[in-house]
């Protein structure tokens, strides 16, 4: 289908395992996991305490039983404490679930915060798909919740709570507990042999989920145009595809997991059965050697009850391995997200006068493309100047226009404005106001959309830019004008109309160089000329760069530069 | 709900087709429960036995049949580990199964849906339902066999207890129920948690996808903080809403823990007066009988989120298909028909639509694909009114480019493709060529199995625009519907797609739609309709996308 490889080729790599790799990952996850606090200490303190109330229920059951022969009276201290050990599990683990609950929604909520920062900061040429990233910093990042609420806290209890149990076993029975802590080593192993196997398999199923969501959101959005292709019936059998791909990798990775998790009951079971069978043998008499120590009902049947709960904690842990699983791939894959972010330059500071502009000899090539997109390229441009970019599509000019955000890079040349180097300073947003091609539009009024570039505007200047933009005739026929709120996709929007709103934006940020990427596409001819006097107007007292296709709007720069 | 809806018939289809499966996993789980209540009974039983026999003597210990327990000791701990290995494989390969069939289906039943519901989702919701909506179906299929295990789990506690007393097996029996219906009230008061998490989860998705989208922007106006701060806004609910989940489920494991703990104990007690390797057998066999149930008291916490999710899912399947009588294939090209501007547009024509922005002319073309709702008597194609044809009938007469020139992400293969599922590479290229695009794709790393990113996020606007004509050319319809075909392109690249054009529309004798105000293409036209004033569009139904 060529689907698959391109797909995981754009979006964050997954490396393989190796040792730095290993410790960076375990640094990564620690870092995360630190946010959660001292929760994350409470909720492996508490599920201590479950196995000390494990302990008190094996106890309550094993003194009820031998009592039963001393009549009711002396069988009900035994029931109460039953019931309140039974009680305290369930508190304890309750209280536990809860604290590791606190913890991880501690850490997702700063890691997702960190997720969002490096999504939006990865710069246009090399960003993934939106629906890896949105699977980056929804699903990905949820993935460390078991991690952090079930994995961590199982794992100190399990280095914790089988010496409690092995501690009270010794005390009812020390042949017993010695056989217990026998099996220790092995069980221990049979452990560490679970995880590595599944981990690969986990990471590949992780890949695999992924590009279904990509996929699926890609489709949908894309619905409109996969219908008047008629080729919904194909993209069905693709997404089919994907589909079953995403199960074949499931079962894989269930296969692994479910058999060592059976092999792990299946040895805890062996142990606890062999206690069994020593105790009913030391009971009997019938010890093949000399007993090392005489059992009583109680003593026997407190250890019997008790020896499950040894291997409980070892068998939470192991239940939490894909956990951890998980969220090492969802680590492997967040921190090549955080990679590809360009942290945003602050910018040079804003200038205050519409500067000069030069570019000397610039050429922009994007990472991973084997052509420059632009290459030698002099202009020089004088403070308050009106330049318009004309050439052929694909000549770069958008791409110049976004050199000076910081949104491309520089890869030989210089830029200076004002004679400030645009590779010292990175960028010069703060100074920029900027029209591009797809204007956002959020939720909320026109006027908070048109304030996005300068949200403590006043309404008065809101609406004079709204004005100059030439949106005027739209705000009259909206009920509320300015105040008339538009949904997520701007619904009954034109494309003329969002170009105004994104105009409008752009004259309202009080910035002395103004970008106009395209600025009277999609608006007739009649609109345009409308338009052209406004642009003309907004440019004064600005640098002003125009990319544009058209020769009547190229007619009121200064100066024309034609690429090829 | 009086009749099932479509979601639930697809969901029965799929659990009837893999019935086997699901059963299978059923008896592995009942064998599961059996076996870890008879497991542990049976080890109280033995352990006190061959106390009270050892402490008689050594002929009592000699006489005791310690064989037979042992071994069946054994036998039911290896019945249990394996079981419990074939009914989580099973479970889940059946769960899965299915799902993988759902998914797609799904996606078939959205693009027949009318467009005004399947195009109202947007990217982060639309994929929240489809993705994290199944999660959630596929979860309840995988827990379908604890609803087996359960059923086992009291009948084998409640007949080994008897052996104690009719007063234990009651007593275990009653708890382990009281304790279902217990899981049960919790679930319906902690619905709603789970509903309002599940939508939290997709308001994030949904947000994060518009600012994502639009990241470009944001950096130009240094708003990604911004941004940023409304994501993590949503963040914080979705967290918010999880931590009442967690919450509400914790009242669960404090149930369970009491229940276990109580039965224990009251069968303990209850059997009193009785022989005590039988009181031991009730013990531990009571407190197993709960344990069985737990799973399927837990999957019962899981409600809420299931029925959100099936509820969405169910919202997006259930729209009415409009009835339309179905009509012979038109072979020949048909001709068109606009009644409110009084213009029949023959085949091979080459019409310009006009009129200043927003005045719907880009609706008028995706009113003639049926991606939109017409009034009876609007528009006939064919001699037929194209409110009663079936929207195939209508979208094989035409090959669209449109404005928003929105592609798929995948290669410029993937795309071209679209539209001639078998065209040769040197078709492909042909077209490329008369859309004066094949130097570009040719420059690309990977020529035609370039990746684009989404959205073609890797060309510009004029080289997508490009493309989506070039995929227009590759669709052998009667009509091409050219959305500003030219729009962005500089003079030359303009001069030269539009000499392209004009041979290939000679040359295929198409009839074309050009929506255009430039001068270059209307010379190209032979008549002009020109769209007057402001029609009332109807909501935007095709996603923008710049």
């Known amino acids: ?564 | 709900m009086s009749s099932p809806g479509r979601l639930q018939q697809l969901l029965a289809a799929e659990r009837a087709r893999q019935r086997g499966r699901f059963i299978i996993a059923g008896l592995a789980a009942a064998t599961v429960s059996a076996a870890s209540v008879l497991l542990l009974g049976l080890s109280g039983w033995f352990i006190t036995g061959a106390a009270l026999a050892g402490a008689a003597g050594s002929a009592s210990a000699h006489a005791f049949n310690y064989m037979l327990p042992s071994a069946g000791i054994r036998l039911l701990a290896i019945l249990r580990t394996g079981s419990r290995y074939g009914e989580r494989l099973v479970g889940h390969d059946a769960a899965l199964r299915a799902l993988a069939r759902i998914r797609p289906a799904l996606f078939s039943s959205l693009a027949a849906a009318p467009p005004a519901r399947s195009m109202s989702l947007s990217t982060g919701e639309a994929s929240a339902r489809l993705v994290q909506d199944v999660d959630a179906v596929e979860a309840h299929f995988v827990r379908l066999s604890a609803n087996w295990g359960m059923v086992a789990s009291i009948a084998s506690g409640t007949a080994l207890l008897l052996l104690a007393g009719i007063a234990p097996a009651l007593a275990a029996a009653g708890i382990a129920l009281g304790f279902l219906l217990l899981a049960h009230l919790l679930a319906n008061a902690l619905q709603a948690r789970g509903r309002a998490a599940q939508r939290a989860a997709g308001r994030l998705k949904e947000d994060f996808a518009t600012y994502a989208a639009a990241a470009s922007e944001l950096r130009a106006y240094g708003l990604e903080g911004w941004a940023a701060g409304r994501i993590d806004e949503r963040s914080q609910e979705l967290a918010s809403a999880q931590s009442r989940v967690t919450a509400g489920a914790g009242w669960f494991e404090l149930g369970q823990a009491v229940a276990t703990g109580l039965a224990a104990v009251a069968a303990l007690g209850l059997s009193y007066g009785g022989p005590l390797p039988m009181a031991a057998l009730a013990a531990l066999g009571a407190a197993m009988t709960v344990d069985g149930v737990s799973s399927f008291a837990r999957g019962l916490e899981r409600r809420g989120t299931l029925r959100e999710a099936e509820a969405r899912l169910e919202s997006m399947l259930d729209a009415e298909i409009p009835p339309r009588p179905s009509r012979p294939l038109m072979d020949a090209a048909p001709a068109i028909r606009l009644s409110r501007q009084d213009a029949l547009l023959r085949p091979g024509e080459v019409v310009a639509v006009t009129g200043p922005s927003g005045c719907g002319k880009t609706t008028l073309l995706e009113t003639l694909l049926a991606l939109r709702e017409v009034e009876p008597g609007r528009i006939s194609l064919g001699g037929a009114d194209l409110a009663m044809l079936p929207p195939d009938v209508a979208r094989r007469c035409f090959a669209h480019a449109p404005q928003d020139a929105a592609l798929l992400a995948g290669t410029v293969r993937d795309n071209l493709r679209l539209a001639a599922p078998d065209a040769s590479d040197g078709e492909l290229w042909e077209a490329l060529r008369d859309a004066a695009l094949a130097d570009r794709v040719a420059a690309l790393s990977g020529g035609l199995d370039a990746w684009l990113g989404e959205n073609g996020a890797r060309l510009s606007g004029g080289e997508r625009r490009r493309l989506v004509l070039t995929r227009a050319y590759l669709r052998p319809a009667p009509w091409l519907l050219l959305d500003e075909p030219t729009e962005g392109l500089d003079a030359a690249t303009e001069a030269r797609v539009l000499d392209a054009l004009q041979v290939r529309l000679e040359r295929t004798g198409q009839g074309a739609l050009i929506v255009t105000h430039r001068p270059g293409p209307l010379a190209l036209c032979g008549r002009v309709v020109a769209l007057g004033g402001r029609e009332v569009a109807g909501p935007a139904l095709v996603p923008m996308i710049g």
């Not at chain 1, 695999?208 to 959005?221: I, N, Q, T, W, Y």
């Open chain 1, 1 to 564: 289908m060529g689907d698959g490889e391109p797909m995981s080729q754009s979006s964050p790599d997954t490396q393989r395992p190796d040792k730095q790799g290993n410790a960076r990952r375990r640094a990564w996850l620690k870092e995360a996991v630190k946010a959660g606090g001292r929760w994350n200490g409470a909720a492996t303190g508490l599920l201590c305490l479950d196995g000390l109330a494990a302990i008190g229920f094996a106890a309550a059951l094993a003194g009820g039983l031998t009592s039963l022969e001393g009549g009711m009276e002396a069988v009900w201290p035994w029931l109460v404490l039953g019931i309140l050990a039974a009680a305290g599990r369930g508190v304890f683990s309750t209280l536990s679930a809860r604290a590791g609950a606190e913890a991880a929604r501690r850490a997702k909520t700063v890691l997702r915060r960190r997720m969002v920062v490096a999504s939006l900061a990865i710069p246009a040429g090399e960003r993934p798909p939106v629906g890896s990233l949105m699977t980056s910093a929804v699903d990905e990042v949820e993935a460390l919740d078991g991690y952090i609420a079930r994995f961590m806290p199982a794992r100190m209890a399990a280095a914790v709570v089988p010496f409690l149990v092995l501690g009270a076993t010794a005390l009812a029975s020390p042949f017993s507990a010695g056989i217990l802590a026998f099996t220790l080593l092995p069980f221990v192993l049979a452990l560490a042999l679970t995880g590595g196997a599944a981990a690969d398999q986990a990471r590949r199923q992780f890949d695999a989920l992924s590009r279904l969501s990509s996929l699926f959101a890609d489709r949908v959005r894309s619905l409109p145009t996969v219908l008047s292709f008629q080729a919904e019936g194909r993209e069905t059998a693709r997404l089919a595809g994907a589909a079953d791909e995403l199960r074949r990798r499931t079962v894989k990775v269930l296969r692994v997991a479910f058999l060592s998790s059976g092999a792990l009951e299946f040895f805890a079971a062996l142990s606890v059965a062999l206690v069994a069978v020593y105790a009913g043998f030391n009971l009997l008499g019938l010890l093949p050697f000399p007993a090392p120590e005489a059992l009583d009902l109680g003593r026997a049947f407190f250890v019997l009850a008790l020896a499950p709960e040894f291997y409980a904690p070892m068998r939470r842990l192991a239940a939490a391995y894909h956990d951890k699983q998980a969220a090492e791939t969802a680590a492997d894959r967040l921190e090549a997200l955080e990679a590809m972010a360009r942290a945003p330059d602050a910018g040079a500071r804003p200038i205050a006068r519409a500067p000069a502009i030069r570019f000397e000899d610039v050429a922009v090539r994007f990472p991973g493309e084997d052509r420059a997109v632009v290459e030698g390229f002099n202009l020089d441009i004088a403070p308050g100047q009106v330049v318009a970019l004309l050439g052929p599509s694909g000549s770069g000019k958008t791409t110049l226009l976004n050199l000076l955000l910081g949104l491309a890079p520089l890869t030989e040349g210089e830029v200076l404005v004002d004679g400030l180097a645009l590779s010292e300073a990175g960028s010069f947003a703060p100074s920029i106001a900027w029209m591009g091609q797809a204007p956002l539009i959020v939720p909320g009024s026109i006027a908070e959309n048109v304030a996005l570039s300068r949200q403590d505007a006043p309404v008065e200047a809101i609406a004079r830019a709204a004005r100059r933009a030439g949106l005027g005739p739209m705000l009259l026929e909206r009920p509320g004008g300015l105040d008339a709120v538009l949904d997520e996709r701007g619904a009954g929007l034109s494309g003329g109309e969002r170009r105004r709103i994104a105009l409008a934006r752009a004259l309202l940020k009080d910035a002395p160089i103004l970008l106009l990427d395209e600025p009277t596409a999609h608006l007739d001819a009649e609109a345009e000329a409308a338009l052209i006097p406004v642009i003309r107007e907004g440019a004064k007292g600005r640098t002003t760069i125009i990319a544009t296709h058209s020769e009547r709007l190229a007619a009121l720069a200064d100066q024309v530069v034609r690429l090829d």
